[in-house]
């Protein structure tokens, strides 16, 4: 158990539609990533918080992907007006307290596009 | 479950055996190597890390081994079991900013 609780674990959604995820670290990561999973790769980087601030985002976060952490706990993914290029495994990912570098990563949120 | 690098360069290894996975990585400037596992339908998970002022790092049951001069990394697991069989990927990255960049992963297969 790495102390990162992801929900929901599949989401399935017809194109167009909205979906959000949300992301429980344990309390003690001010740190908290998302990062980006298609078949047969390796996670991409989204974004990341610092405690509530939104400190980095990538190019692969277009205008219809908005995230927000808004008491420096939790932190929601939100994807509007979805494409079947959106079909991805979403993974949210805590620094640890232990200033390795080490990422928590949750089990992530699996999203089909139909 | 999540089924993982369906298309992904593997290795089958005879269970008791040691593996060795590699890696090459793309950015000079990366400061900060990590190895993960990812078992079918979870997260990856952290296996073992090492600092670019470093060659060698030995866990437990594992070693990274880092290569500047060509930019290589690799993992050895040494007597492989059956819960070893998973997909690896090597990131890469900076100390401080764990904006990593993850390499095409490995298929490991333990063969019992």
């Known amino acids: 158990d790495t102390g990162v609780s992801q929900d929901p674990r599949h989401k399935i959604t017809k194109r167009g539609q909205n979906v959000t995820f949300r992301c429980d670290p344990i309390?003690?990561?001010?740190?908290l990533y998302w990062y980006r999973q298609t078949l047969g790769q390796g996670p991409e980087f989204l974004t990341y918080?610092?405690?509530?601030?939104?400190?980095?985002k990538s190019r692969l976060l277009s205008d219809r992907f908005s995230a927000e952490r808004p008491k420096g706990s939790f932190s929601t993914l939100e994807i509007q007006r979805t494409e079947q290029g959106d079909s991805a495994m979403y993974l949210c990912?805590?620094?640890?307290?232990?200033?390795?570098?080490?990422?928590?990563f949750g089990e992530g949120s699996r999203l089909t596009v139909l | 479950g999540e089924n993982v690098g369906l298309h992904l360069p593997t290795l089958s290894v005879q269970e008791g055996d040691n593996s060795i996975i590699n890696c090459a990585y793309s950015?000079?400037?990366?400061?900060?190597f990590i190895w993960y596992k990812q078992e079918s339908g979870k997260g990856p998970q952290f296996i073992i890390d090492?600092?670019?002022?470093?060659d060698k790092r030995q866990g437990q049951r594992v070693t990274v081994l880092l290569n500047k001069t060509v930019k290589h990394l690799s993992l050895q697991i040494a007597a492989t079991q059956p819960g070893d069989s998973a997909v690896y990927f090597c990131?890469?990255?900076?100390?401080?900013?764990?904006?990593?960049?993850f390499g095409t992963g490995t298929r490991l297969t333990i063969i019992p």
């Open positions: 990912a805590a620094l640890g307290k232990t200033n390795t570098g080490e990422l928590f």
């Open positions: 309390s003690e990561h001010n740190r």
């Open positions: 918080f610092q405690n509530e601030a939104q400190l980095e």
């Open positions: 950015n000079s400037a990366s400061d900060y």
């Open positions: 090492i600092r670019s002022n470093m």
């Open positions: 990131a890469e990255g900076h100390l401080g900013n764990e904006k990593l960049t």
